[in-house]
Every structure is written in structure tokens, then in C-alpha cells.
């Protein structure tokens, strides 16, 4: 934003720190010894402070004058899990002596154990459970945060949790974008018949959409969760109501599942450990991007490491999430999963800063 001599009075003035911009393809945009103001919500001077207009300091209504640090840009969390109900973490030793994640969903555990406890809670118990993780959330600096159901699997259940999304927004005063996962896990009372869960899940998606309560349409494309026939109907179903998607795609096994979300244009493909060549092609030409949860790959113990390179090869824009859920990523930081990125996917801070921002943005359209 350039200095403008004609700057009106400013309700708030920041000087005295450095700001990441990030208006660049690379590096952080930096700009030493600048300042920031606003005015009526939105931003109204970003620059030097010695480009700062004549008299726009005396007359901004709040000035605050900072002794050094970084300004960035809101951090943007663009896949989470925060509204559940009771925690898994007994899963942790299991892994501990050698139980994989397939194996522990095959049991019983994983997302159903956590789908039994969200039923059994209230609107109101459920919305404090969650409100505590996703107020750690804020207060690491996440502005906006996308939220997903799927700890449901029934439609009054799955109508609770976005019920819930959208109340944390409202009280913590940050933007909160909703995803309809009804195409998470099998719930016990379909027995094997995934087919018939779809059925129920595409009849449920319209009346939430009708509520409000849906912004965009995800789907857990694997072995242990559902083919990508099953997840084609989900999108073709989403596409029809107007609907953006996005993927858990290619976590556990390739099964194409990022190819699948980039022919219906989607907004994301989000774990892609296992995205073959022709998904990060597809993925390149459809604008998709590419969400790295380094907290999943973490505590999962994972070596399997997302194509990093074809991604940057091919013009993939990365985003970095915490994927906050309680078996397998219980972050509450998404700082913490920016470094666990630049650990573990060796991206540069400045990229995975970008991740956390304008890519995390970008990936919720």
C-alpha cells in the first residue's frame, strides 16, 4: 500500500516494528522501521514510517509505538478439526507399542471413538470443550480458521458441530469459515454399507447448505474411509449446490485422490504424502492447493514425505495448517506446526510463513 499524501485521519498508527508484507512471490516482503494504520476497520497505510504523510501521526485517534519485533499478517488456519467432544489419548501409547492408525480405526478407535463422545454432548458442553482449543488458536494469532464437522456422522449431530463452528466465531471475534465432512468415517449403525452412508450424507448436505451452515464440502478419501467413486458423488453433489471442495487426499496410499479434487476445481487438497506426478500436474492446472500438515505427520510418525519439490516444480501454492484434532495432530498452534514444517518438509520459514497466510487463504477460496 503506498504512502498517500491525502491519507485521512487514521483510527489506529503502528510504528516502531518491522512488517512482513509477503506482497512478493518469495522472501517476506520486508519493510524495516514501518508502520501501519487503519481506518474503519481496514488498513489504510502500510509502509515506512518515514513515508508516514505530514501530520498522519498527530492526528490518528491511537497511536502505538512498539520497540522493535515483526508485524505479519494474520495467520490463516485453514484446516482444523477443533469442535469434538472428549480426547483419544490413549491412541498415543498405542502407537507407542506398534498399532498403526489403520489399525486402530479398525478396532474401534480413531475418528468413531470420537465420533461416540461428540454425540453424547450438548450444543453448549460441546461449544466450551471446543471454544477452549480454538481460543489457544487466536490467541497464537489465527484470524481466520476454518472449522470441519465429521465427529457427527448423523445429520443432527453433523448440524450440531457447524451449529458450533459458527458460535465460535461469534464469540471470538475471528473469521471462521465452515466445511461440511459428513464423508469422514463409516458410523457403526451402517454396519458396511458405505454406499448407503453417501446416500444419507448427500441427502443431509442440501438441508445444512439451506441452513447456512456450510461453506465448503470435504470428503476422507481412503482406504479406511471411502473410495473415489463415493467421494465423486460428494463433489458432484457439492458442485450442484454451488458448493466449493476439498479433499483429505493421498494421506495413507494414492488412490488419486488429489487428481480427483482438481478436476472439480478444488479449492484444496490437503496431507498429499502419497499425490503421484499426474496429481500435482493436475493440481498445477486447476489452481488447487497443496495443505502440508506437518502435526498429522508428526505424531504419525510418517516418512512418507509430500512431493515438496513437484509442488514448487510445478507452481503448487503450499499452505501449512495444524490439522487440530485429538488423535492425530492435537495442535493448538499454528506456529508451532510452521516450525514442525520447516523441520520436518524443510520448507524455508519465509515459505512456511506464506503457508500460514496467503496460502492458508487462498486454499478457502
Known sequence: ????????????????????????????????????????????????????????????????????????????????????????????????????????????????????????????????????????????????????SGYGLDFDNERKMLRVARRIGLALGISVRTTFLGAHALPPEFGNDTDGYIDAVLEWLPRLHAEGLVDAVDAFCESIGFTPAQTRRVFEASRALGLPVKLHAD?????????????????????????????????????????????????LRETKLPPIDEFRAHGVAMAVATDCNPGTSPLQSLRLAIALACTHFRLPPDEALRGATAHGARALG
Open 1 to 148: 500500500m503506498k504512502p498517500n499524501s491525502d491519507l485521512p485521519a487514521l483510527d489506529g498508527l503502528v510504528v516502531g516494528a518491522s512488517l512482513a508484507t509477503l506482497d512478493e512471490d518469495a522472501g517476506y516482503g520486508s519493510i524495516v522501521d514501518g508502520a501501519l494504520g487503519w481506518r474503519d476497520g481496514l488498513l489504510a497505510y502500510v509502509g515506512s514510517r518515514s513515508g508516514l504523510p505530514a501530520g498522519a501521526t498527530a492526528s490518528a485517534l491511537e497511536v502505538i509505538e512498539l520497540d522493535g519485533g515483526w508485524i505479519t499478517p494474520g495467520l490463516v488456519d485453514c484446516h482444523s478439526h477443533v469442535v469434538f467432544a472428549g480426547d483419544r489419548a490413549a491412541e498415543f501409547e498405542q502407537r507407542l507399542h506398534g498399532a498403526s492408525y489403520e489399525e486402530i480405526a479398525r478396532n474401534g478407535g480413531g475418528i468413531v471413538s470420537t465420533v461416540r463422545a461428540t454425540r453424547a454432548a450438548g450444543e453448549d458442553e460441546l461449544l466450551a470443550q471446543s471454544l477452549t482449543r480454538a481460543r489457544a488458536l487466536r490467541d497464537d494469532g489465527v484470524t481466520t480458521l476454518e472449522i470441519k
Open 251 to 299: 494421506q495413507l496410499s494414492d488412490l488419486g485422490g488429489a487428481a480427483l479434487t482438481a478436476e472439480f476445481g478444488g479449492l484444496s487438497a490437503d496431507h498429499v504424502e502419497h499425490t503421484s506426478l499426474e496429481g500435482v500436474r493436475a493440481m498445477a492446472a486447476s489452481g488447487t492447493v497443496a495443505v502440508l500438515l506437518p502435526g498429522a505427520f508428526h505424531v
